[in-house]
């Protein structure tokens, strides 16, 4: 990079209708990821500290460790993509700032110390990058003297080798820590790395899937993929492959397996499906396609190295339409499709979402990889089932309708996490339709029950949803996998769900029915997806349906202070939907519904995908000691290229048919 250029980074500000450079790089190649790796590390270089030992971006919001322990995330997560781009051969005119940075924040006389980590420290989970970064990237270790290498042996191995780690996904950036010194000829714990391993393999599942934690624990998310485990797993395969090839093979079989499940997470435009913690890390969620071709595995039929890198390229793409993510200086944002402290968990630093830089791992294969070589091919919806059971995270997949779906039942986090119900709890996660978090706790306007069903005992200030399931299994009626999970919001009230996804003859609908035994007197809030709430001329909220615009909602959309405006309503038996960007719905197909439609204008940034939304919703109130089944059909029918808006409703009128076995159900119960 010339000196004018590396002056234009400097002055990099992203103002009113710029685009990032992220946007403008046409991905084809190797050589056009190298590209577009660098916009994200060119807009570093102001932030980082005078030695290099830390970088501070733009947003001063506070996490639950330490400031300085926040500006490593910022030093260290990038080196996911340099060391992956110096690994397969290329070049990096800022690699010297990372050099200084290792040399200054490992020396305990340099002002910027990273400083020793102490138990369950976040600069654990910075010994990860860093460990691979030292395995694969020899100037870092080469540019060191032999004092240097000493105070990088003290603070990477040393200090962690004797610490109290969290029983999760963690434990694997002790065996990277020791790993990346073990390549470099440096003092670790072999004793460690096999210790470590041990313990992480009794999280194994079956079918190549993890568990975020141990027995007891039912968290199978992103971390069980592209964020750590199976990522990590493959990267030791290929590091470890000539000395531990007995786990290099079984790590290398498991990704094969999961490879199968972890595919219909993906939809045809490159979105990944928003569900559990963490999703701010963004494009790090297809890591795990590049991580596949980094270990060199062979792929499971019917994937081939053309599917897998379509996977991988098109998730860069759809990013790259995502302009709010950035903030003004160019450094990426706590947030998903624009900033969101909301959705944002106690561990987010202004420099956490840089662990996106993983997915560049596929940089580290050779350009003579397959990967690389072989032409990018679509999709491969016509080899793989439009409806699919996974048994091990609790999910059924559906390709019908336009979006990939998402059936959830059963997962939990385990321990305190910001709107932890509505990113595990939820009844249905979409490609095209992200969840939505709670910005408050005071009225359906602020709960933002999206594909949740919230109750009241309170007259509707505060709302439970199901968070915890007593059972959660999966079901098969009339050839049809269907989720069934026992809930209890309250002590005296019990909910059984059934969800119950999509079939072709109506494939933009999909039933969730509720058996609800209420031992004291709840409201109930049954809602479909959020949906983008601007009107194309001018950005204010929706109006009535116009067929001519193809735009609006039925019901009128009632503001947050006048809700019992009666035409804000309508019967459940009619339901409600939106149309702007797509359409959504919802509506009762119980027998003599009481039922009423109406639609939620919820709280601003409450959704992952869209910064204003209204959540279509079926509300009603049970008395104590009543027992009703409620069956609530939801229409989704999302916006894609080459189909008209004068479509979206064209599945509305026809109403998905109550399955025979649920009909038994309910008049036997």
């Known amino acids: ?53 830390r970088v501070r971006v733009p947003g001063a919001t ?30 990096y005119y800022g690699t010297k700032w990372w050099v200084e940075g290792l040399k200054a924040g490992t020396d305990p006389e340099n002002p910027e110390y990273w400083g020793d980590p102490r138990d369950n420290d976040q600069r654990m989970v910075e010994m990860c990058p860093l460990g691979f970064t030292l395995a694969v990237a020899p100037v870092f270790w080469d540019s060191l003297s032999e004092k240097e290498k000493g105070n990088v042996e003290r603070w990477l191995g040393n ?67 592209s964020f750590a485990i199976q990522f990590l797993q493959l990267l030791y395969a290929k590091l470890a492959e000539k000395d531990d090839p007995a786990k290099a093979a079984e790590f290398k079989k498991r990704a094969q397996d999961y490879a199968l499940d972890f595919i219909h997470y993906f939809d045809e435009e490159g979105r990944a499906i928003p569900f559990g913690r963490s999703v701010g890390y963004r494009f790090a969620m297809a890591g795990f396609w590049g991580a596949c071709a980094y270990a060199d595995i062979e792929l499971p039929a019917p994937l081939t190295w ?9 998730n860069f793409r759809w990013w790259q339409t995502q302009e709010q993510i950035w903030s003004p200086t160019g450094t990426l944002t706590i947030g998903y499709c624009f900033p969101n402290m909301y959705m944002a968990e106690n561990y987010n630093s202004p420099q956490s979402p840089m662990w996106a830089c993983l997915a560049f791992i596929c940089l580290a294969a050779p350009p003579e990889h ?45 321990y305190p996490m910001k709107g932890t119900h509505a990113k595990y709890g939820g009844f249905t996660y979409s490609s095209a339709y992200g969840y939505s978090v709670p910005t408050g706790c005071f009225t359906l306007e602020q709960f933002a029950l999206a594909s949740q069903l919230g109750l009241s005992d309170d007259g509707g200030e505060f709302w439970k949803t199901r968070r915890l399931c007593q059972e959660a299994i999966i079901e ?9 999970s026992i809930w209890k919001p309250y002590p005296d009230v019990a909910i059984k769900t059934y969800l119950i996804p999509p079939v072709e003859t109506t494939p933009n609908w999909h039933l969730r029915v509720h058996k609800i035994e209420a031992g004291r007197e709840v409201m109930t809030a049954d809602g ?74 919820a709280d601003p940034n409450s959704n992952l995908v869209e910064s204003r939304t209204i959540i279509p919703t079926l509300q009603h109130t049970l008395k104590k000691g009543e027992t009703a089944w409620y069956v609530t059909a939801i229409y989704a029918k999302p916006l894609k290229e080459n189909v008209s808006p004068s479509t979206y409703l064209d599945g509305w009128d026809t109403k998905p048919a109550i399955p025979s076995w649920l009909m038994t159900d309910i008049s036997s119960n």
Request: hydrophobic content about 35%.
């Open 476 to 484: 098969t009626h009339e050839d049809l996998p269907v989720l069934k």
């Open 528 to 601: 479909a997806f959020a949906i983008y709430n601007e009107r194309v001329p001018d950005g204010r909220y929706l109006d009535l349906y116009d067929p001519e615009k193809c735009e609006g909602t039925m019901p009128k959309i009632i503001g947050n202070y006048d809700l019992n405006t009666p035409e804000g309503y309508s019967p459940g038996a009619i339901g409600a939907f939106a149309v702007s960007k797509g359409a959504v719905g919802i509506v009762a197909l119980e027998a003599d519904t009481v039922r009423t439609a109406m639609h939620v204008n």
């Open 1 to 53: 990079m010339t000196t004018a250029s590396r002056k234009a980074v400097k002055q990099l500000a992203l103002g009113y209708s710029d685009f990032h450079p992220f946007s403008n790089v046409d991905i084809t190649d190797r050589a056009s990821v190298q590209e577009l790796l660098k916009t994200l590390l060119d807009p570093l270089e102001p932030h980082f500290s005078p030695n290099k030992a």
């Open 159 to 225: 200090s962690i080798n004797g610490k109290v780690m969290p029983n999760t996904n963690w434990l694997w950036f002790r065996v990277f820590a020791n790993l990346g010194l073990k390549k470099n000829g440096g003092k670790y714990s072999q004793e460690k790395i096999e210790q470590d391993i041990i313990h992480l393999n009794s999280f194994f599942r079956g079918e190549g899937w993890s568990n975020d934690g141990p027995e007891g624990v039912w968290q199978q998310d992103y971390y069980s993929g």
């Open 370 to 414: 397959p990967f690389w070589t072989s032409t990018e091919e679509l999709y491969p919806t016509h080899l793989i089932p439009k409806v699919k059971a996974l048994k091990h995270p609790g999910h059924i997949i559906s390709y019908l309708g336009g979006h990939r779906l998402l059936f959830s039942s059963g997962q939990a986090c385990s």
């Open 62 to 91: 506070a996490v639950r460790f330490d400031n300085t322990a926040a500006e490593i995330e910022g030093t260290c997560r990038p080196l996911w993509a340099l060391s992956s781009l110096l690994a397969g051969g290329g070049e």
């Open 306 to 314: 053309g599917i897998v890198k379509g996977l991988l390229l098109r």
